[in-house]
């Protein structure tokens, strides 16, 4: 998929499109995401919420609503955690957690799953998941391999801190396709949840 903005427009939505996550709950569109990036990406995003990064920052600049610092652009294609607040999952240290991807347009290439601090804007830790190459071949989602799109994470330990609440963290599914020369981002929102002590002998 590799149009001019005009062309673009002139497109059915359904008809372009790459990939998001889709379990658990990924960030959607929401009211946050037009105050904070104004309305030329959020109507980019909305005519197709699997497309790429690339492009929307000139779609931004001409945009006197856009926040470049609210908005983010580069960190979960700029959607904010205000519109997923209520899909933040809980979870605990060595948790393993389920993940399942559409992709809805392959582009080879590489990706990774990682955790991101959403103040620094920096990789927690090590990634969780990586695909140097390889990723996402083929022309038609039925020719991308199953653990491509449906693999488990598990939540490191010692994040109880920095990630407990939140919006503090988040984590990002991120894919680009080589040869399309193009970045997907999906974002899971979660915290750390301590593990219940072990229960104590208790005193009668
Ligand atoms: C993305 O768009 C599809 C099609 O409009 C919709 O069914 C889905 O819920 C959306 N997902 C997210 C995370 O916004
Ligand atoms: C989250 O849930 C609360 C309570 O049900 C609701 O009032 C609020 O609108 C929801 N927020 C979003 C972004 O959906
Ligand atoms: C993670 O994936 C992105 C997109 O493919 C890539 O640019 C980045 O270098 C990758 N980082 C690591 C450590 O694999
Ligand atoms: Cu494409």
Same mark, same amino acid.
């Given at each position: 998929?590799?149009?001019?903005?005009?062309?673009?427009?002139?497109?059915?939505?359904?008809?372009?499109?790459?990939?998001?996550?889709?379990?658990?709950?990924?960030?959607?569109?929401?009211?946050?995401?037009?105050?904070?990036?104004?309305?030329?990406?959020?109507? &980019?995003?909305?005519?197709?919420?699997?497309?790429?990064?690339?492009?929307?920052?000139?779609?931004?600049?001409?945009?006197?609503?856009?926040?470049?610092?609210?908005?983010?652009?580069?960190?979960?294609?700029?959607? =904010?955690?205000? &519109?997923?607040?209520?899909?933040?999952?809980?979870?605990?240290?060595? =948790?393993?957690?389920?993940?399942?991807?559409?992709?809805?347009?392959?582009?080879?290439?590489?990706?990774?799953?990682?955790?991101? &601090?959403?103040?620094?804007?920096?990789?927690?830790?090590?990634?969780?998941?990586?695909?140097?190459?390889?990723?996402?071949?083929?022309?038609?989602?039925?020719?991308?391999?199953?653990? =491509?799109?449906?693999?488990?994470?598990?939540?490191?330990?010692?994040?109880?801190?920095?990630?407990?609440?939140?919006?503090?963290?988040?984590?990002?599914?991120?894919?680009?396709?080589?040869?399309?020369?193009?970045?997907?981002?999906?974002?899971? &929102?979660?915290?750390?949840?301590?593990?219940?002590?072990? =229960?104590?002998?208790?005193?009668?």
């Amino acid at each position: 998929m590799h149009f001019t903005i005009a062309a673009l427009f002139a497109l059915v939505p359904t008809v372009l499109g790459h990939g998001l996550i889709t379990s658990p709950p990924s960030r959607p569109i929401g009211p946050a995401l037009m105050q904070n990036c104004g309305p030329k990406v959020e109507q &980019d995003i909305r005519l197709d919420n699997t497309s790429h990064v690339e492009g929307r920052p000139e779609l931004a600049a001409k945009d006197a609503m856009y926040n470049a610092a609210k908005c983010n652009l580069w960190l979960c294609t700029g959607l =904010q955690f205000a &519109d997923n607040v209520n899909n933040t999952q809980i979870w605990h240290a060595s =948790q393993v957690v389920p993940i399942k991807v559409w992709i809805r347009v392959p582009h080879e290439g590489s990706a990774n799953v990682s955790i991101v &601090d959403t103040k620094s804007n920096k990789v927690v830790g090590e990634m969780l998941k990586v695909w140097s190459e390889g990723y996402a071949p083929g022309k038609k989602e039925s020719d991308v391999p199953t653990d =491509q799109k449906e693999f488990s994470v598990t939540v490191p330990e010692g994040l109880e801190e920095k990630c407990g609440a939140a919006g503090a963290c988040v984590l990002q599914w991120w894919w680009y396709g080589t040869i399309a020369k193009q970045t997907y981002e999906s974002c899971v &929102d979660f915290r750390i949840k301590r593990k219940m002590p072990a =229960q104590r002998a208790l005193h009668v």
